[in-house]
T-cell receptor, first 114, second 114 residues
Framework: KAGVTQTPRYLIKTRGQQVTLSCSPI?????VSWYQQTPGQGLQFLFE???????NKGNFPGRFSGRQFSNSRSEMNVSTLELGDSALYLC?????????????FGPGTRLLVL | AQSVTQLGSHVSVSEGALVLLRCNYS??????LFWYVQYPNQGLQLLLK??????LVKGINGFEAEFKKSETSFHLTKPSAHMSDAAEYFC????????????FGSGTQLTVLP
């Protein structure tokens, strides 16, 4: 069974641009969460989607948004990029909204903002 | 609000020696607790998790952790380190009811010396 896939794996953008990252969950998984990992702030929760609905959102500005499609694939968008948005963005999937389910992480998309 | 403190950003052990990675948490509600491992240029892999029940949790690759409510700790141990254990380890907490919204510690880089 294929794992969580994230595309692209690497991305370079300039300040002010916007970016869209994609995540395909494990087949059959319906819940997708996004995290940002930076050397300074560590791993921080961005948001979680289930059945195309955002269930939880972390403490990030409105420039960060996401969505989930009917096939459970998810995208996150960052508008008006800032230097501080340079990070590894990790996506995780799980079967559904059951508390004890394991989240499986993808390899991440490394974003560099110049 | 929850938080996680990992004591020691870098830990070095000799191959065959005991591995002990420390994690203390604060949570206003009964927590779910997790340990993840991250190898270079990869996503996070779940080592083990505590949700309810037995406080001694066994995970993959010979790791285990014990939930001690009185000490608000969830330390990770392995009796005998292997070179392949060298990686970064993250402790995470979530409030029961939202296992996919994780709060991570700052991570501990484990080095295994030959």
């Amino acid at each position: 069974k294929a794992g969580v896939t994230q595309t692209p794996r690497y991305l370079i953008k300039t300040r002010g641009q916007q970016v869209t990252l994609s995540c395909s969950p494990i087949s059959g998984h319906r819940s997708v969460s996004w995290y940002q990992q930076t050397p300074g702030q560590g791993l921080q929760f961005l948001f979680e989607y289930f059945s195309e609905t955002q269930r939880n959102k972390g403490n990030f500005p409105g420039r960060f948004s996401g969505r989930q499609f009917s096939n459970s694939r998810s995208e996150m968008n960052v508008s008006t990029l800032e230097l501080g948005d340079s990070a590894l963005y990790l996506c995780a999937s799980s079967l559904g909204p059951q508390d004890q389910e394991t989240q499986y992480f993808g390899p991440g998309t490394r974003l560099l903002v110049l | 609000a929850q938080s996680v403190t990992q004591l020691g950003s870098h830990v070095s052990v000799s191959e065959g020696a005991l591995v002990l990675l420390r994690c203390n948490y604060s949570s206003s509600v009964p927590p779910y607790l997790f340990w993840y491992v991250q190898y270079p240029n990869q996503g996070l892999q779940l080592l083990l998790k505590y949700t309810t029940g037995a406080t001694l949790v066994k995970g993959i690759n010979g790791f285990e952790a014990e939930f001690k409510k009185s000490e608000t700790s969830f330390h990770l141990t392995k009796p005998s380190a292997h070179m392949s254990d060298a990686a970064e380890y993250f402790c995470a907490v979530s409030p029961s009811g939202s296992a996919r919204q994780l709060t991570f510690g700052s991570g501990t880089q484990l080095t295994v010396l030959p």
